[in-house]
């Protein structure tokens, strides 16, 4: 049959040859997909070439519907990949991801994913290419995925990492659910339950899902570990995973709220600077002051010598900036308009960085709580990063260690963001020996992965069991727990934890000071203060309080011991 009696001009017949001559050399390279991506019916007009060199032949129609990624792409000219025969689409996936996330696009069998790990890349690839249909389909798959238990963690923290909310909720109350043993099936079974999951399981996936996502997986177990709750997160799993039958939620659909980020509070007024007013700056010439505007409306007036000194980032955005009226509201001064800079840190905060670009003495920080004082340092830290202002990032550290003893938790994982191993150091430290509510939320968690959040609560954990096989007024009894919102289990009263603490600060700094010298026995009374201690040897009674004698050397040990535990 020739070209005419087929309908295909020369061109067009030419093309079709040189696309058989490509697929026939493809496939006897090994280079081409398997079936149905194999152009077998010959009416494929796209190929998809993987990391890996495999072809698969696919139709942009399908593309089209499947993808706004791929909508966009095909609607350009495809003069750059047009060729001899099919145009070619490399992508960065290899072939095993590309033939699953094809096989979901196409009404054909594409394989059972059997971990959750496995789904990573097909996520990715779905975020990439924007594929709405893969991300339901392996969301589908993570529902089926929680009868094993084995995978429920990382079905969890794969799903917290993507944000596949359903697949979240049935996840969490895997993990969360309890189960009457085998011996317990007769009269006692609601007082017969046992955890399927210890609160301190962990794998190698959760260690990349936001902190944020484990926090409030601890805090669920905390709240459904006996009793009746138990029983209630078992029918809530078993509801959950009962029928296969799965369909995405719907909007009118109540869904599980976690508690996860917290509404920042808006900035307080701002208390006019006379620093940095036009009255402040009467005597400057007009070339001298700068005019940086808030994005809260507060204007400050600032002298461009010190600010250009002190930020080599606002250095160059004043030599970019020119007076102008086209602005509005821009302040004159003697006739002549000033720069302004419009930056999107709040007035409060652009104060504070400021007032630090100036040579005088730091500023304080203000607020009415702890927290408070620590989101204002954080902010202005942001802020010094940004515009490279070197005095501000010191002053923001130090602020970070003068914290740390209230704040330990948010400090440490401020230090851990902006990499300062020694303040890591120390407020960890001071997370061992808190004796309020030590499991509380902090803002950081969402910018930070739950490995360094981990490795806090392990080392918090291993201290505090040191401490506890150490001490002579401990009775025998279970460890120090692994996550407990219970205020101020750990310590038999605030002198005990106040020792240990001191001496453990005190090796600490001596650590890294680098001296090496002993401290003097006498700096700490080396007394416990214990109430009537069962197994006390010899005690001592001042005003009434019954103490255990514990020898300094053998405090001297445990605090040696501490240091060496790895955070």
């Not at 095993?96 to 971990?115: D, G, M």
């Not at 938790?409 to 020694?422: E, F, N, P, S």
């Not at 605030?494 to 006498?522: I, M, V």
Request: proline fraction near 7%; hydrophobic fraction near 40%.
């Amino acid at each position: 049959m020739d070209s005419k009696s087929r309908g295909l001009t020369p061109e067009g017949f030419r093309s079709l040859y040189m696309a058989s001559v490509e697929k026939e050399k493809a496939v006897a390279e090994g280079n081409i997909a398997l079936p149905p991506f194999d152009n077998a019916s010959g009416d494929a007009d796209v190929v998809l070439r993987s990391s890996d060199g495999i072809d698969f032949y696919v139709h942009k129609s399908t593309l089209r519907i499947a993808s706004t990624f791929f909508a966009t792409m095909l609607s350009l000219p495809q003069a750059d990949l047009a060729g001899p025969g099919l145009p070619v689409i490399p992508v960065t996936e290899d072939s095993r991801v590309l033939n699953h996330v094809l096989r979901i696009l196409y009404p054909v069998h594409h394989p059972a994913i059997t971990k959750a790990v496995d789904a990573i890349p097909l996520l990715h690839a779905a975020e990439k290419y924007q594929l709405p249909s893969v991300t339901l389909a392996v969301e589908k798959s993570f529902v089926l995925l929680c009868h094993m238990q084995s995978q429920v963690l990382d079905a969890y923290a794969v799903a917290s990492s993507f944000k596949l909310d359903r697949a979240e909720e049935v996840a969490s109350s895997a993990f969360l659910a309890s189960c009457p043993t085998q011996a317990e099936y007769g009269e006692n079974i609601d007082m017969h339950w046992r955890q399927l999951h210890r609160i301190d399981g962990i794998t190698p996936a959760m260690l990349t899902m936001p902190a944020s996502s484990y926090y409030n997986l601890l805090k669920a177990y905390q709240r459904l570990t006996t009793g009746r709750n138990a029983r209630t997160g078992y029918s809530d799993l078993m509801s959950c995973m009962a029928s296969q039958r799965w369909s995405p939620p719907r909007d009118s659909e109540p869904r599980l709220v976690w508690p996860t980020r917290r509404s920042r509070r808006h900035a307080s007024p701002l208390v006019r600077d006379q620093l940095f007013t036009l009255e402040g700056n009467k005597d400057s010439l007009v070339k001298e002051v700068v005019q940086v505007r808030a994005s809260d409306g507060t204007d400050l007036y600032a002298n461009v010598h010190f600010v250009r000194f002190a930020s080599p980032v606002m250095a160059e955005m004043l030599s970019a900036a020119v007076p102008s009226a086209l602005d509005g509201d821009q302040a004159v001064v003697g006739g002549e308009y000033l720069r302004r800079l419009e930056l999107p840190e709040t007035g409060e905060t652009l104060s504070t960085l400021l007032r630090l670009c100036y040579p005088m003495p730091d500023p304080e920080v203000s607020g009415p709580s702890i927290h408070e004082k620590v989101s204002k340092v954080c902010a202005l830290l942001d802020a010094a990063l940004k515009y490279k202002v070197q005095r501000a990032i010191s002053f923001a550290k130090q602020a970070c260690v003068r914290a740390a003893e209230e704040e330990p938790l948010r400090i440490y994982l401020v230090a851990t963001k902006h990499g300062w191993k020694d303040v890591v150091r120390l407020a960890a430290m001071f997370a061992v020996y808190g004796t309020g509510p030590p499991e509380k939320y902090a803002e950081e968690m969402e910018e930070l992965p739950a490995a360094p959040y981990r490795r806090l609560l392990v080392y918090r954990q291993r201290c505090r069991n040191l401490i506890l096989s150490s001490r002579a007024s401990s009775p025998k009894g279970p460890g120090a727990s692994y996550w407990s919102d219970v205020e101020g289990t750990q310590w038999t009263n605030p002198e005990e934890s106040a020792l240990w603490r001191a001496l453990h600060k005190q090796a600490l700094e001596r650590e890294l000071s680098a001296q090496t010298a002993d401290s003097d026995p006498e700096e700490v009374d080396p007394t416990i203060c214990a109430a009537d201690d069962p197994r006390d040897g010899t005690t001592a009674t001042r005003l009434g309080i019954t103490f255990v004698k514990c020898t300094h050397r053998d405090i001297m040990l445990a605090v040696d011991d501490l240091i060496k535990i790895p955070l």
